[in-house]
């Protein structure tokens, strides 16, 4: 099973920008499809956006549209969430997750998680 430590996360001023990694081990990352999801305090965790195994489609949720994306780097076994124009609504826990398959933006279908990155954004 592949393990996943996310990176990057901290506190940033309202329309700043954040770059969040995502590393593998134990096993190479393009054979996964790749989701990164977000859970505030007192809520759900969230959907965030998806990439493909190679790269080649990518799905941001509403919330992130225009604002977000995602990349990976085969060379490296790392995902990247790219945040731009944040808001404090922003304000999460972000998780990166793993699936064998195609693109999925429920939870439930990932099956590796790393432990998360705190992000903060003030107003």
């Known amino acids: 099973q592949v393990q996943l430590v996310e990176s990057g996360g901290g506190l940033v001023q309202a329309g700043g920008s954040l770059r969040l990694s995502c590393a593998a081990s134990g096993r190479t990352l393009s054979t996964y499809t790749m989701g990164w999801f977000r859970q505030a305090p007192g809520e759900e965790r969230e959907f965030v956006g998806v990439?493909?195994?190679?790269?080649?489609?990518?799905y941001i949720a509403d919330s992130a549209k225009g604002r977000f994306t995602i990349s990976r780097d085969h060379a490296k076994n790392t995902v990247y969430l790219h945040m731009a124009s944040l808001k404090p609504e922003d304000t999460a826990v972000y998780y990166c997750?793993?699936?064998?398959?195609?693109?999925?933006?429920?939870?439930?279908?990932?099956?590796?998680w790393g432990q998360g990155t705190q992000v903060t954004v003030s107003s």
């Open positions: 997750a793993a699936r064998l398959g195609s693109i999925a933006t429920l939870s439930g279908d990932y099956s590796s």
């Open positions: 990439i493909s195994r190679i790269g080649s489609s990518t």
